[in-house]
């Protein structure tokens, strides 16, 4: 007579254990995001002493820098991947704290003019890289996922319609290495041509809102012109972002019809469901900033927790970033999201520039 052995039942991890295997990768995070504040603080410090006029290279860069070099000639041991994954979360906590140090005032300063500037960018994203995809061949789902990607944001505007759309990982996989790239070179360039044109602060973290893709590094490219060039990149950035449930939709309607199946689910819950709730947290702490519920010592604080989250978001990019990675998964998706970016920085760039009088940021 046989007896019947049940399979053990796995125990889900206890909360505790799951907070503990984080650790390791923050502290990382934090012990990279220092050391580049450290840096830019040594070397200000040296220029000082000798009387030399060195230049400013802000910790954001340092620690994108100190970032890379470590993934790409070391790589990441698997001990600290759990917590080097929450530089996302730590990207939009100081997102939502950065919102005490924008009155509603400061909010409404992108005007008219910028919002529609927003909604040709997404247009312009949209139909550009739908073309070069189909031009060079990739897979439709593929170059939804990147049109996506470039009319909205990076990363996480790539995960969210993943599903949606019934993308597999490669093409997910192909889209953030291209975009990790391009986030990377956008940091050197977009500074050097802001100075280069003689940009505001307003004007460039406009123009970095509205062309970097994703949202570490269009904060980071603003934070590298100027803090006010970094508050309007936010501003830019996080208004395409709150597109990013009705573009998702969109997509998920057309590939729903395309496969001859029923889209399911109310369309207000599944916009809900993608929206990016750090946008609500940000309007929420500039609310209460506008309405003087928070003391002077307080907004000092909250925006200094602000800085805290970005240096562990920097430090994040870097370790994410991985051109061996990008190398292997071949060259199509890396071109088509370049022509794309090129393309769309520089009509980008146009509009701003030739309108710069009229919307005030000349």
């Not at 012109?225 to 972002?241: C, G």
């Amino acid at each position: 007579m046989s007896t019947l052995v049940h399979p053990p039942i796995a125990k889900p991890s206890s909360p505790v254990l799951s907070t503990l295997r984080l650790v390791p990768g923050v502290l990382l995070l934090a012990l990279i995001g220092w050391a580049g504040k450290l840096t830019e603080q040594a070397i200000t410090s040296y220029g000082k002493a000798h009387h030399l006029h060195l230049p400013n290279i802000e910790y954001v860069l340092w620690a994108i820098f100190f970032g890379a070099l470590i993934s790409n000639l070391i790589g990441v041991p698997s001990i600290f991947r759990p917590g080097v994954a929450t530089y996302e979360f730590f990207l939009k906590l100081g997102i939502v704290f950065l919102g005490v140090r924008f009155l509603l005032g400061d909010v409404f300063k992108l005007g008219g003019a910028s919002l529609l500037f927003v909604a040709i960018e997404l247009g312009i994203s949209i139909l550009l890289m739908s073309l070069l995809g189909r031009w060079l061949g990739l897979s439709p789902k593929l170059t939804s996922l990147l049109a996506i990607r470039s009319s909205i944001c990076g990363g996480w505007a790539i995960v969210a319609p993943k599903g949606a759309i019934g993308a597999d990982d490669e093409d997910s996989s192909y889209a953030i290495a291209a975009i990790l790239a391009l986030g990377a070179f956008s940091l050197l360039a977009f500074p050097a041509i802001g100075h280069a044109l003689g940009m505001s602060d307003h004007a460039f973290g406009l123009w970095a809102g509205l062309a970097v893709d994703n949202t570490a590094e269009a904060t980071a490219a603003g934070a590298l012109y100027s803090d006010t060039a970094a508050k309007f990149a936010i501003l830019a950035k996080t208004t395409r972002n709150a597109t990013i449930g009705f573009v998702v939709l969109g997509y998920a309607i057309y590939w729903a019809r395309k496969s001859q199946r029923v889209f399911e689910g109310s369309k207000a819950i599944f916009l809900w469901n993608k929206f990016p709730k750090f946008v609500l947290g940000f309007l929420l702490i500039s609310l209460l900033a506008t309405f003087g519920v928070f003391s002077k010592g307080q907004m000092t604080s909250i925006a200094n927790l602000s800085r805290w989250a970005f240096l562990l978001t920097f430090a994040g990019v870097g370790l994410q970033t991985n051109f061996g990675q990008l190398r292997k998964q071949g060259l199509k998706p890396l071109f088509v999201g370049a022509v794309g970016e090129f393309v769309i920085a520089g009509l980008t760039l146009v509009m701003i520039l030739g309108s710069a009088r009229w919307l005030g940021v000349s």
